[in-house]
């Protein structure tokens, strides 16, 4: 037995100190992947040393005698500190996933080979202008200046068992299309479900389930739009026969709150403000990541003429340019548009050759071109991408019909480095031309200068339609419908010191008329988050930088309250008589309720999701016969749903109930079951 414990005592110490030195090999490596912070490193093309500082957390200044020299130096940080998300953007935009991770993310890449954003990438670079080839080119020096002065590789490649692959001027136009399919539906999912909705259903309904807006609209120019009329029985009735079954085949189980992610920015002019000066706050909201899809930095260089450029802000991991900051003259902020930057194009085939399709000079045969996806431990995929004088082809509808993609990302131009200049603008007349003849994806641009002057208008192409509105798909074979270059700066919507001092944007409608014409319909959000901070922008006089803040943190939940009194009028006395778990729900939601999305109130998330979820089954009543004719359909796509919502729950129209209850108080109450299954789960 001594014998046995003394063996067993030397394999336990012989496995632990093995188990020690791996940890200590694996945090030595780590350890080694971690970026330089002192000390100096030569990097190839720089014509004079750059300067970095970094303040206690991490942000560095960059000092230097050229802008050419500052991009190597951002790209040098840029690729000791995040080139595993630089890597990851490239790759997203190329459809080249698989090569890092393997036959999980093929069909990640097909939808993203189908835009050939590689080629394209290449082409922009060939087209670009000396000066952003340079920019371009002295970035990509000093991202692999960055990545060879680490002692070993990034950590996720340790990870993987794989080595970088070397950062191309091409790349960073790739980066920029990785934020177009971000901040664009690159599938044209909302068109779609509109189109659809209009081609299943009676018009009236089709209207009225997928408004322009709602009375939650907050535009700093124009008026909310009116709601259309709910349609009455001898439009459109659930209790039919025929429409019945296609309502009651709708299961609302199984669904998940979907994550909506939303920006803002405001603008307050100088009358508003304690110091006399204009105040620019601005706030990107998109998914949670580690890293930050953002990276701070200052920039601080000589011109040409001898002037100087100071400059502060966030950049892009995999782009040379401050995206948003200020330069002591001008300072902006971006919010997405929700604009419409996509169409759907119904192809008409040639009805004997399928290889052939009709456009305004008459037919012709598709392209074709064959990408092959490399795939990690395998061997590469070929797939075949099929495109028209429009754009590639990307799907059939539910008619069996092909549909091309037009989108603003694939035109010449769409991408481009325009954007940079903002850094030396000085006004905010400069600011808004160069924002207009920048290619990125559109947004809402607002800006400030030195001067006092406040204003807005869209930064990113925008494309002049002719003949059609965008909002759902349509056929351009005879020529009537179609996109016809970009509008001039001069025709892009802005505004420029409005009477109320005050401008702000949160992805919902910013203006109306001809303006809101030329951005189009696209995915605008409720404005209850844009009213909100209009609201309290409104009430502000002697505002300082400390009250901007407030409003950056206002978590308020006012647009909820009248969600919550309506679960609390619907579990009345009779409603939980029997039902010890919705006397639970009405006691959290009543008690716990602190009128804030704060992480102690448990009413607050009940309400929320109660309202997300009448939403799907109400919904699911009414858009069942479009489910039917393309299991693609989600109501998801419908984005200005919460008025007409509001007015199906509270008018409570027979006509228009879920023909398996008897009434909208058994309809509701069946939501509440379902709200609190979610949370409780089921007895």
């Not at 490239?90 to 835009?115: I, K, M, T």
């Not at 790349?171 to 664009?184: G, K, Y």
Request: glycine content about 10%; overall charge negative.
């Amino acid at each position: 037995m001594k014998r046995v414990l003394k063996s067993l005592a030397i394999v336990l110490v012989a496995l632990v100190l093995v188990g020690a030195g791996a940890s200590a090999w694996v945090y030595l490596q780590v350890r080694r992947s971690l970026p330089l912070l002192e000390g100096e490193v030569e990097i190839e093309g720089l014509t004079a040393p750059v300067a970095v500082d970094r303040d206690a957390q991490g942000v560095p200044t960059l000092r230097g005698e050229d802008r050419l020299d500052l991009a190597r130096g951002l790209g040098f940080l840029h690729g000791q500190d995040r080139f595993f998300q630089m890597d990851l953007l490239r790759r997203r935009a190329a459809g080249e996933l698989a090569e890092l991770f393997g036959p999980d993310l093929v069909e990640a890449d097909r939808a993203s080979r189908l835009h050939r954003f590689r080629a394209r990438s290449r082409r922009m670079i060939e087209t670009s202008s000396d000066e952003s080839g340079r920019m371009l080119e002295a970035y990509a020096e000093g991202v692999n200046g960055g990545l060879a002065a680490l002692e070993q590789k990034p950590f996720e490649y340790l990870v993987l068992g794989l080595d970088p692959a070397a950062w191309r001027p091409e790349d960073s136009a790739l980066a920029v299309w990785a934020m177009f399919l971000t901040l664009n539906d690159e599938t044209g999912g909302g068109e779609s479900a509109r189109g659809l909705l209009r081609d299943v259903l009676p018009l009236e309904l089709a209207e009225f389930l997928d408004p322009p807006g709602t009375e939650w609209d907050a535009p700093v120019v124009g008026e909310i739009y009116g709601a259309p009329p709910m349609p009455g029985p001898e439009v459109f009735d659930l209790r039919r026969e025929g429409l019945g079954r296609a309502a009651a085949a709708w299961d609302p189980g199984g669904h998940r709150e979907v994550f909506l992610p939303g920006s803002n920015n405001w603008a307050v002019a100088p009358e508003r403000t304690a110091h006399g000066h204009a105040i620019l706050a601005d706030d990107m909201h998109l998914g949670i990541s580690v890293p930050n899809t953002w990276y701070r930095a200052r920039m601080q260089w000589a011109g040409s003429d001898g002037s100087r450029h100071d400059i502060t802000g966030v950049t892009l991991p995999g782009a040379p340019a401050i995206v948003v900051g200020s330069n002591g003259h001008v300072a902006w902020g971006f919010t997405n548009t929700g604009g419409d930057w996509v169409d759907l194009i119904v192809v008409k085939t040639h009805p004997d050759d399928p290889d052939r399709y009709l456009t305004p000079e008459g037919y012709r045969s598709f392209e074709r071109h064959v990408e092959r996806i490399a795939v990690h431990g395998e061997e590469s995929r070929p797939f075949e991408v099929s495109s028209t004088i429009w754009g590639p082809v990307i799907d059939q509808d539910h008619r069996g019909r092909t549909r091309a993609l037009r989108w603003t990302a694939h035109l010449e131009d769409g991408v481009n480095m325009r954007f940079v200049d903002t850094e030396r603008a000085r006004t905010l007349e400069e600011a808004q031309r160069v924002a207009n003849e920048s290619g990125i994806p559109p947004q809402n641009f607002v800006c400030v200068d030195a001067d006092g002057n406040i204003g807005w208008t869209v930064m990113g192409r925008i494309p002049r339609r002719i003949g059609h509105d965008g909002r759902v798909p349509t056929s351009w074979a005879d020529g009537s419908r179609r996109w016809e270059g970009w509008l001039t700066p001069e025709e892009y919507p802005r505004i420029v010191n409005p009477e109320a001092g005050a401008i702000w944007t949160a992805n919902a409608r910013v203006v109306d008329g001809d303006m809101a014409a030329r951005i189009g319909h696209g995915d605008y959000d409720l404005g209850a988050r844009q009213g909100q901070i209009r609201d309290t922008l409104l009430k502000l006089h002697g505002a300082e930088e400390e009250d901007m803040l407030a409003v950056q943190l206002d978590d308020r939940a006012l647009f909820l309250q009248r969600w919550r009194r309506l679960v609390l009028d619907l579990l009345d006395d009779e409603a939980i008589e029997g039902h010890p778990r919705r006397a639970r729900f009405k006691d959290r939601v009543a008690n716990t309720w602190t009128g804030r999305a704060s992480t102690d109130s448990v009413g607050y998330r009940l309400v929320r999701a109660y309202r997300s979820f009448t939403f799907e089954t109400v919904y699911g009543w009414l858009t069942a016969p479009c489910r039917e004719a393309d299991a693609r359909f989600r109501v998801h796509s419908l984005k200005q749903w919460e008025g007409p919502l509001w007015k199906l729950v509270t008018e409570r129209p027979v006509h228009l109930l879920g023909p398996e209850y008897g009434s909208w108080t058994e309809a509701l109450l069946t939501v509440v079951d379902r709200t609190i299954d979610e949370f409780e789960g089921e007895d």
